[in-house]
């Protein structure tokens, strides 16, 4: 039995067992990314969508996606390829390979690639070499997560990243206990992120978990202390996977939390109005 040190619920595996995050596994003794170049989802976005707002605006970025995640989050919007990952489909590519396609679409304003769609580091041995040889043709290493790792393995990575978007999905360790987290785990990231590249701070507002006004001052009062003009974006949740039973975030509840964190925060976007 062998433990997984990518992230902090470190999975003890027999040989032949999948972790947690149904992306690594022991297999003969060592820990593999079992997901490695298998691609679920490729697409060419404005670096708005993934969300950056202050980074090479008016942009685009080459962005993938594979499958599995660390979370349980039951209102995950790609649960698909995060948790129902037994049956979805795949290509296999390379890190060269997907780096040339990356190359091909510079003239269409690519910067690069994002790491997105699904939790992209349980898949962390083929985003470290993608981002190497990126980081080797000058283009730039976005990452989309919701910092959940190990501080060792994210040190080595942060070398050869350009910005990430970081999910703060709640000021309340009950909210991430719920979800399989822990909310100082994720401060830690978004603080040694924060200290290296451009960083970015997602928060989904979900009616009746993480809307108060308390909790909104306390999550953008700290993140104030960190660095104020790191960018909030507050998002609309929807009705989704196993959360059907709340209606969608009123414009109203976006407004008035995104109010409130703009008497700490610089700069406060309001998703999905």
């Known amino acids: 039995m ?54 090479f605006p008016n942009s685009m970025i080459l962005s993938v996606g594979s499958y599995g995640c660390n979370f349980r989050c039951p209102f995950c919007q790609n649960y ?8 979805v489909e795949a290509v296999t590519m390379s890190p060269a390979e997907l780096v040339e396609r990356a190359e091909s679409m510079v003239p269409l304003g690519n910067l690069g690639l994002a790491y997105t769609y699904n939790e992209p580091l349980v898949g962390y041995e083929f985003v470290f070499d993608c981002a190497k040889l990126i980081r080797e043709k ?20 942060l070398p050869y990243l350009d910005a990430a978007n970081i999910d703060l999905k709640s000021y309340s360790q009950d909210f991430y206990k719920k979800i399989g987290g822990d909310l100082a785990v994720v401060k830690k990231t978004i603080e040694a992120a924060a200290k290296a590249i451009h960083v970015e701070v997602t928060t989904l507002i979900i009616p009746g978990e993480n809307d108060s006004e308390e909790q909104m001052k306390e999550l953008t009062s700290w993140l104030a202390s960190v660095d104020d003009t790191i960018p909030l974006h507050l998002s609309r949740f929807f009705p989704s996977y196993h959360m059907l039973d709340r209606n969608a975030t009123s414009v109203d509840t976006i407004e008035r939390l995104a109010e409130i964190a703009g008497a700490s925060l610089k700069y406060v976007y309001k998703g999905n109005l």
């Open 2 to 55: 062998i433990s997984c040190e990518i992230c902090p619920r470190q999975c003890r595996l027999e040989d032949g067992q999948t972790g947690f995050c149904g992306a690594r596994a022991n297999r003969d003794g060592r820990i593999v990314c079992e997901n490695y170049g298998k691609i679920t989802s490729l697409a060419l976005d404005p670096i708005e969508k993934k969300p950056l707002k202050r980074f």
């Open 80 to 87: 698909r390829i995060s948790m129902d990952y037994g049956d």
């Open 138 to 157: 000058g283009l730039k290493n976005v990452l989309v997560t919701n910092g959940y790792v190990m501080e060792k393995p994210f040190a080595e990575l």
